[in-house]
């Protein structure tokens, strides 16, 4: 069984910094592409990065373009995101998803989400 | 980016009729879409993908078609646990893109 599990959120001052973990386990990690997705209280979500299953590939929302990165540690199975200069539209429920398969872009499995709040 | 419009933003119906969903994209993406279903303090959960496939262990009372720009999710005989809300994703293009949601609701 596939799972998904986030952990890092939290509360942070503007401009701050903060990194996100998802431990993945169920499958072979290495062989799929993984994604964070962010939902903001009481709206809709949105895409926000992805990253290869080598990690050599990676993309962006543009919304957060130069100041969070992703990565990921096959050796620990887990997944990152580093955001920096935090602003208050980040605050947002974090999830990490999993891409199906190779040019299947869609989600087949999610975490639980891993708030992150942004204010002063 | 592929803009992802769905409607209505609020569906009132009543278990055991049918909702009919629709996704509208500003751009034709072949089949790349998928419907998922979000309940209040869950994750989305995966339902159809390709347009039409549903996702392991969906009920056949979810059903997905269309193609190019305009897509339709239908929920037939609507059971308690299928109040939720509905979005659609598009996959043809990077960025990712997601419609604002449709709030299915007990009438």
């Known amino acids: 069984e596939v799972q998904l599990l986030e952990s890092g959120g939290g509360l942070v001052q503007p401009g701050g910094s903060l990194r996100l973990s998802c431990a993945a386990s169920g499958f072979t990690f290495r062989s799929y592409g993984m994604n964070w997705v962010r939902q903001a209280p009481g709206k809709g979500l949105e895409w926000v990065s992805f990253?290869?299953?080598?990690?050599?590939?990676?993309y962006y929302a543009d919304s957060v373009l130069g100041r969070f990165t992703i990565s990921r540690d096959t050796s620990k199975n887990t997944l990152y995101l580093q955001m920096n200069s935090l602003r208050a539209e980040d605050t947002a429920t974090y999830f990490c998803?999993?891409?199906?398969?190779?040019?299947?872009?869609?989600?087949?499995?999610w975490g639980q989400g891993t708030l992150v709040t942004v204010s002063s | 980016d592929i803009v992802m419009t769905q409607s209505p933003a609020t569906l009132s119906v009543s278990p055991g009729e049918r909702a009919t969903l629709s996704c509208r994209a500003s751009q034709d993406i072949t089949s790349n879409l998928a419907w998922y279903q979000q309940k209040p303090g869950q994750a989305p959960r995966l339902l159809i993908y390709?347009?039409?496939s549903r996702a392991t262990g969906i009920p056949a009372r979810f059903s997905g078609s269309g193609s190019g720009t305009e897509f339709t999710l239908t929920i037939n005989s609507l059971q308690s646990e299928d109040f939720a809300v509905f979005y659609c994703e598009q996959y043809n293009s990077w960025p990712l893109t997601f419609g604002g949601g449709t709030k299915v609701e007990i009438k």
């Open positions: 998803a999993k891409l199906a398969a190779n040019l299947a872009d869609y989600f087949d499995s």
């Open positions: 990253i290869s299953g080598s990690g050599a590939t990676s």
């Open positions: 390709g347009a039409t």
